[in-house]
């Protein structure tokens, strides 16, 4: 066996050391993430069912008044501290971080997908509720998108691939 130089091994313990973090980091980003979609989710959903679909859809639209958005940001805000469970600072630090970066991915995603049209065409609160649902998903694989797995949902009467169905 050949001796290595100690550079290679020191920058071979540094890579899995960044890997680790970069690995824990993700983990975190993604909880952290989940938690500010949950709590925007939520406090759409409970405007939708106060009949406010206007005040959403001006939200989603990013034409709602100041006034208005600052509330919506708050209650959500407000939920997404009692979701994380930190305190103090820590916690306005990740509200402070984490809430503007998903209402903007999720505003991305509701013009991109087509969605605000769909809310505007169909204003009843049953059909607003599903297009919510609909706007959360395609939010989150914005969010956290799939790592290269190639893995997707599939319907349920869905033919499943060969590899996957037992053999005669």
């Known amino acids: 066996m ?4 100690i550079w290679i091994t020191l920058l071979g313990n540094m890579t899995k050391a960044t890997g680790l973090a970069a690995w824990q980091t993700g983990r975190l980003f993604r909880k952290a993430a989940a938690a500010a979609l949950d709590s925007v989710q939520e406090v759409l959903r409970a405007e939708v069912k106060k009949g406010n679909i206007r005040l959403v859809q001006d ?3 990013d034409k709602a008044l100041p006034a208005a958005r600052a509330l919506l940001l708050e209650r959500m805000a407000a939920r997404l501290l009692v979701r994380i469970g930190l305190r103090g600072v820590l916690a306005s630090n990740v509200v402070g971080w984490i809430l503007p970066f998903v209402v903007e991915q999720l505003i991305k995603v509701a013009h991109r997908s087509g969605v605000l049209d769909k809310l505007k065409a169909h204003p009843t609160v049953a059909d607003s509720l599903t297009r919510l649902d ?13 790592a290269g797995s190639g893995a997707e949902l599939l ?3 869905a033919e499943l691939p060969r590899q996957l169905t037992a053999k005669p």
């Open 59 to 61: 939200f989603l639209t």
């Open 2 to 5: 050949k001796n290595r130089p």
């Open 134 to 146: 609909e706007l959360k998903k395609a939010a989150w694989k914005t969010l956290v998108p799939d």
């Open 155 to 157: 319907p349920d009467d």
